[in-house]
């Protein structure tokens, strides 16, 4: 009899590991948000009591990286795992283009991410999940949309990279109805994700809600901008960084409002996942795209929104300000607070990672550029990756000229095309990077240099050319 019930029971054990439920998973993808453009990380004049809340419930990240200093590289390294490089989306679709007096001229990239790609939203959907898409794309025109790549429903998704129509109604947006005069995009896409959320019953789902917010334009939610304007802040400062500008105070009342704003809409959606019963089954991630608007072209007349202090430049930039970004993860029923991960990881760590937890299998046949992250999320074990580097030979509107940057440890390199110029910077005594060591250091330069090239080399990285037309100023 005891041997009949054992077995009964352990028969009960195998068929409830059977049937577990699957976890969910949100994406939260923030656009142009700085690593210090929130309270728990750093912020005095903006606030995000829900994103600090959030922070509390999940892992925190301090050297999280965004695969590149601009939004169509990093979204397609999130999507597919692969770096930029590899990818050949290297600028912003379809990326800056420079005055004929510019001494390079950067290669040709794609235009949209390919149909071929395996994204994050193809192999979870095959798997049986329901995908959702709401907000920026930038992946490709039509033809290369969401649904073209793996989401059953897109809300908002299409070729631009800024709201066509800005944050209020009409939006001027194919991809989304307009609504009701004085409705902010924000809000508009956190509804329809709630939306979502409350029809997908039992079914496991992924949930990719990329918002526009903080990109440009800068526009203020006015339900919140009084809040900002009426407190005193000193006038900001200003550096200039090469051929741009660098704002240092976060000063501005309409970007504070844009970020309060979405941090009420995280708020909200936490809140009905809860509601839903939800919130503990799922895998929640929260970042950005790259770094903050602090840096511009120096013109004289337009300066960056926000600040990024004590990092230095911002989007654009491959110094840590262009790059470095917020990150909290929250596994599904997680249950330790305030756990702080110090390891860099990068945005094509993303694919990977979420598919190991999901436990789907990666066709072996896929290049992986991205690392799984979930031993270090799960039981704080090691992660086998020795350095993460950037590839960027593109000009851009804030300044940056052409150029390469490979973080190892605490030592950083970055080289510049243009001027034919290395910097060198050890980050653990100067996350400012303001003591380049590159003549101190002439052995770790060679050493970092060398690898560079040939993590380069191994993502058949395209390089900029001479531009023939160019003639350098007297």
Known sequence: MQKYVLTLILLLIVLSSCTKKKQNFVFILVDDLGWTDLGYSGSSFYESPNIDALCKESIQFTNAYASASICSPTRAAIMTGKHPARLNITDWIPGFVPKTTEKLVGPDILNELPLKETTIAKAFKTHGYKTFFAGKWHLGDE??????????????????????????????????????????????????????????????????????????PIQANKQYVEKFKNRKLSEPDFREEGRGVTTLKQHNADYASMVYALDKNIGKLVTKLKERGLYDNTTLIFTSDNGGLSTVLNTGKRKGPTSIEPLRAGKGWLYEGGIRVPLLIKPSHYAAKDKVINEP?????????????????????????????????????PIERKEIFWHYPHYHGSGWAPGAAIRQGDWKLIEFYDSETVELYNLKDDISETNDLSLKEPEKVIALQNRLHNLQKSVNAKYPSSNPDYKAEK
């Open 143 to 216: 033809g290369y949309y969401p649904e073209e790549q793996g989401f059953d429903i897109n809300i908002g998704g299409h070729h631009k990279g800024s709201p066509p129509g800005g944050y209020y109604s009409p939006y001027k947006n194919p991809k989304i109805s307009d609504g009701p005069k004085g409705e902010y995009l924000t809000d508009r896409l956190t509804n329809e994700t709630i939306n979502f959320i409350e029809s997908v019953d039992n079914n496991p789902f992924l949930l990719y809600l990329s918002y526009y917010t903080v990109h440009t």
């Open 345 to 381: 990881v990068v945005s094509h760590d993303f694919f990977p990672t979420m598919l190991s937890m999901a436990d789907i299998e990666i066709d072996a046949t896929i290049e992986i550029d991205g690392v799984d992250l979930s031993p270090i999320l799960v039981n704080n074990g």
